[in-house]
């Protein structure tokens, strides 16, 4: 079967969103290995061997053809939606595949920002604190991508004229974090494109698997005082 070395809500959500998406049987079933993100677990487990930088998501799967690994959410998402779900995807040529790599690689962007502003709001401990000038401009950039997110959605569907795609899987993780750090009542847009994620019933099903979220202590975190 498929295993999935992931961390809670992380950037791994994408992959397993999507492997709800195609679904789990194409691959003889999913194993999920959870790993502890800020722990010595991560470093001494069997993820070392598969991801070169021992970080998630990483993929095993003994396939027909040979054995995979990878590691990289977006480089996992292309992967498996070129080989088992071209409709997920914009082959070359397509009128919109520059579209489509854009908003790949566009919610790669969005989420080093997330990614740092975790690492400032989130995994500092006392006697270390936050700097307020850093945590401002991070979210100053978070709220930008948003905007330009905004400015980009229609008022229904999905990031490509065409529907639903990989792209739309990959900013996932983005609008589950977002929140955390940018109000979103000033993105109507996104907001309501988010509730269509929530409603498909592949996102409903890796999110039960998921269970109620560890991660946040709470549930806004404001940029800090100088």
């Known amino acids: 079967m498929m295993r999935l070395h992931h961390v809670q809500y992380g950037r791994s959500f994408r992959v397993l969103w999507l492997l709800e998406e195609i679904g789990a049987d194409r691959f003889g079933g999913l194993d999920v290995v959870e790993h502890r993100i ?30 995979l690994e990878m590691s990289e959410s977006g480089a996992i998402v292309e992967y498996l939606v070129e080989c088992f779900a071209p409709e997920l995807g914009r082959a070359p040529g397509s009128a919109e595949r520059a579209k489509y790599l ?7 962007t969005q989420a080093s920002l997330i990614e740092n502003l975790n690492l400032q709001m989130v995994f500092l401990r006392p006697p270390a604190t936050p700097s307020a000038v850093v945590v401002k401009l991070q979210v100053a950039r978070l709220k930008q ?3 330009g997110l905004e400015a980009a959605l229609p008022e229904e569907g999905w990031l490509l ?7 739309d899987i990959m900013m996932g993780f983005n ?38 979220q560890r991660f946040y202590a709470q549930d806004f975190y404001p940029v800090p005082e100088a």
Request: charged share 30%.
């Open 175 to 212: 609008l589950f974090a977002a929140p955390y750090f940018v109000r979103l009542e000033d993105f109507p847009r996104v907001s309501a494109y988010k509730a269509r994620m929530e409603a498909r019933p592949a996102y409903r099903r890796a999110v039960e698997r998921e269970g109620p």
């Open 102 to 108: 854009q908003w790949i690689h566009y919610s790669e």
């Open 38 to 67: 800020g722990t010595k677990e991560m470093g001494e487990s069997a993820l070392r061997h598969v991801s070169p930088a021992v970080r998630i998501p990483a993929i095993e799967w003994d396939a027909p053809d040979g054995r």
């Open 145 to 147: 991508t948003l905007r």
């Open 161 to 167: 004229p065409g529907g639903f795609s990989a792209a």
